[in-house]
């Protein structure tokens, strides 16, 4: 999570980071989700971190369905999902 906190904040202003984990294993499922506070700051980072090598494996960088749910709740910012994370 650090690592991916890291690596956001370098193209915009991100409010949270969540990687799921499988229950038993106590392990992240390989994908994770990053809040933006600004849904530019969202866009940008799709534009600029989608399909970047990290650890030799590229990062999958798109809007979240959670996105639709924000909106409808009036909530400022933005959610995108980060897939192919090596679990």
């Keep these: 999570e650090n690592l991916l906190l890291e690596l956001f904040v370098q193209v915009g202003r991100v409010k949270s980071v969540y990687m799921p984990k499988d229950k038993v294993t106590n392990a992240h499922n390989g994908y994770g989700f990053i809040e933006f506070l600004d849904i530019v700051d969202a866009d940008y980072a799709i534009t600029i971190l989608n399909m970047i090598k990290l650890f030799g494996r590229p ?7 959670l996105n639709n749910k924000a909106e409808l709740s009036r909530d400022v910012g933005a959610n995108l999902f980060v897939g192919n994370l090596d679990p």
């Design 59 to 65: 990062l999958k960088v798109s809007k979240s369905s």
